[in-house]
Structure formats: C-alpha cells, structure tokens
C-alpha cells in the first residue's frame, strides 16, 4: 500500500530562517523516502520583508490558508528594520492563536556530545518536556495604557486564565506523561516508594501559588481533579523562581513540568541553554484536537547578522520536523531522526555554536541524511 501523502505549510520567514528550514525539509522528505510517506512542501514568503515591501503583516486568510495543510514548517520571524513587537505579535502569535495552538512542546534534552554550562551534568541528567499553555496569560491582549507620555501614565497588561484553557492543557500533559513511560518503564526519577505506589512518571505544576493566589491557584486545583484521571502519574509543585533554580541544579528533578504562557516562555530559554542552546533547541505549536494544525518552529530568533554566510546551525530546524513527523503520526520516522541527530552531535560536530559547528549549515544537514537509517 502506498504511504499517506503531507501537505506541509513553510513559513521560512526572516534572516537565517531559509537556510535552517531548507535542511529541516531535506530531512524529513529524506525520512519520508525511507519510512514510506511523501510530503508536499507550499512555500509563504510571510515575514519581515514581506511586511517592508506590502505594509502587510499576515494575509486576511492565513489561517483560513493553513488550515488546508497537514502541519506548519516555521523558519524565523524578526527583522531587523520592523520594529520589535510587530511581526512578532503579527505572525507567530496570530497564528497560535487563530489556530488555537494551545499547546507549546519545548522538549529539554541534552544530546551527546553537547556542550552544556551545567556543571557535571550530562545526557542521564538533562531530559524532560516543558508544557507551555499557549494561549493565555499575559500573552491574552487584555490591558491598555492611558495617559500615554504623560507623568500620570498607567499601563496594565493582565494575566487571565480560563478553567477551560488551563484543563485541556493539564490534559495534554498527562497524557504526555504517559506517553513518555510505560508502566512496565517508569521514570528513572521516581522513589521506590512511588513506583511501588504504581506510579509511571511526574507532572510538574510551574506556578506561583504564593503570590498569584487567584492564577495559579486555579492551575493547582485543576492539577489535583484532573490527576484523579491519572492515578498513575505523581503530582508535584515548584514555584516558578525555585524551578529555575532546580532546572540549574537538579534538572534530572523534572520528567514533565506544566505552566502558563509567560513562566513558560521564560523557562524553556533557561532550559534551551541547558541543552546546547538556540542552536539546538525545537519546539511545538500543537493543537492537539482533531483536525487541528500544528506549527513547528526553531526556539531561537532569526539571527539576522548571520543570514546567508551557511554558519547557522540548523539542527534546531531538523528537531522541529522531527517534532512534527511524531505528531503526523509517523513515530519511527522521527525517532530514526533523533537517532541520527545524536550520532551527528557525538561524532561529527565540534560545537552547536553559530561558525563554530566545524561543518556548514548545508553540511549538518548532509550529514544528518547521510546518517538516517530505518
Ligand atoms: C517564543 C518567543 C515568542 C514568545 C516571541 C517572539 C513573541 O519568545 O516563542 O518563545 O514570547 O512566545
Ligand atoms: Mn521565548
């Protein structure tokens, strides 16, 4: 039978955005060839340039566009002659919204052979998953500024969480949870005590119950009625202050950890840089209903003074589409992925730093391919 056919959206976007996504397609059509499935690329020129030469940030129908697609290929969005803030919030935060993208995966993994600035940590302690809520927050748009320029000026910029966003993303987590261990498998992390109490993995709550007493007391009841459904997964809490402390100190703590959108967004840099950095690190836009459309992106920014010199590191491209293979469905394609990418990180890199990789951006994709086995 012949395999299923993606319809894959590429937003390359801006600065070095098109030469990481060009390697990000040569990987996953490669990985299509061998795992028996065909993508179909469309290319959109949405971003910074576009914006300079039209005055328009996004097409009317953008959404509408990509909902015609199996999943989003994003690139990068800044450029260095639009104001901060406007393609910014014009693309990627319209289009996580308008696609109702309330899931943001940002997996903290350290790959071998990675440098990272912890000391004394390796890949045995570096391996877990922020869940970021993707829609809510500070980042919902309610707030305003009045009196402008003045000496009495008042500026307010709320964060608003709703019952409904905060469950299906505490959902979303525990299914991961589960999904990362079996119960035959159970977290590493885990006391004897909890496996004996049949307990698989961790879900980690990132709040702020002591100040944010109406926010993230909200998160913490939901986390407990919704753990009713998941008696196999061990609750647990940590102050969003303490857990940058702990993801410093005691990453191999945390399996799953959960969080609203701004904590969340400050975080997964901290946990970025712990993997390697923005070289390295991928993330998920995920809509996770059905016939929901995903968007996978690079963390880091488009690095505008490095655009069309082939020094940019292009795995955290390479790692968003093996992100979006996992979530089309095409598990073993996206692990063979994995599994060339940490041979490539091991044995063939020097650093994951931008000119410092020891090969070209187009070279760490050639090897990546030329590493892909089924
Ligand atoms: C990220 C980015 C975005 C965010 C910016 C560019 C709007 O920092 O994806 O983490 O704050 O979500
Ligand atoms: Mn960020």
């Excluded at 955005?17 to 065909?38: Q, R, S, T, Y």
């Excluded at 790959?111 to 391996?127: Q, S």
């Excluded at 950890?257 to 995920?286: K, R």
Aim: net charge neutral.
């Amino acid at each position: 039978m012949a395999g299923k056919t993606y319809k894959i959206a590429v937003i390359a976007g801006d600065g070095t955005g098109p030469e990481v996504e060009a390697e990000a397609v040569k990987v996953v059509k490669k990985a299509g060839e061998l795992f028996g499935f065909k993508l179909e690329m469309k290319d959109f020129d949405w971003g910074g340039d576009r914006y300079l030469a039209t005055g328009n940030v996004l097409p009317d129908d953008a959404a509408a566009t990509l909902r015609k697609f199996d999943a989003v290929l994003l690139g990068a969005i800044g450029h260095p002659k639009v104001k901060p803030g406007i393609l910014e919030k014009g693309i990627l935060l319209k289009l996580r919204f308008d696609l109702d993208q309330y899931i943001n995966l940002r997996p903290v993994k350290l790959y071998p052979g990675v440098e990272t600035p912890l000391a004394n940590k390796g890949p045995e302690h570096i391996d877990y998953v922020v869940v970021r809520e993707n829609t809510g927050d500070a980042y919902c748009g309610i707030g305003g500024i009045m009196m402008k320029g003045t000496p009495h000026e008042v500026a307010e910029q709320c964060m608003v969480y709703s019952r409904f966003q905060v469950e299906r993303c505490l959902r979303y987590a525990f299914e991961l949870v589960r999904k990362r261990h079996s119960s035959k498998n159970p977290w590493r992390g885990l006391k004897p005590e909890d496996v004996k109490a049949g307990k698989i993995g961790q879900l980690t709550l990132c709040g702020k119950t002591n100040v944010l007493t109406y926010v993230y007391d909200l998160w913490e009841r939901a986390q407990h009625e919704v753990g009713k459904e998941y008696p196999d997964v061990k609750l647990d809490y940590c102050h969003v202050d303490a857990t940058c402390m702990w993801m410093v100190k005691n990453p191999e703590w945390f399996d799953v950890i959960v969080t609203g959108n701004l904590f969340g967004d400050i975080i997964t840099d901290l946990g970025a840089i712990t993997q390697g950095g923005m070289g390295i690190a991928a993330g998920g836009n995920i809509n996770p209903d059905k016939g929901g459309i995903s968007m996978f992106e690079p963390i880091g920014g488009s690095a505008p003074k490095y655009t069309g010199m082939g020094v940019i590191n292009p795995m955290a491209a390479i790692c968003s589409g093996m992100m979006m293979l996992d979530s089309l469905g095409e598990a073993k394609a996206a692990a063979a992925i994995e599994k060339s990418v940490m041979y490539v990180t091991a044995n063939k890199m020097k650093s994951q730093a931008a000119g410092k990789m020891g090969y070209s951006t187009s070279q760490v994709g050639d090897l990546v391919v030329a590493n892909l086995k089924k």
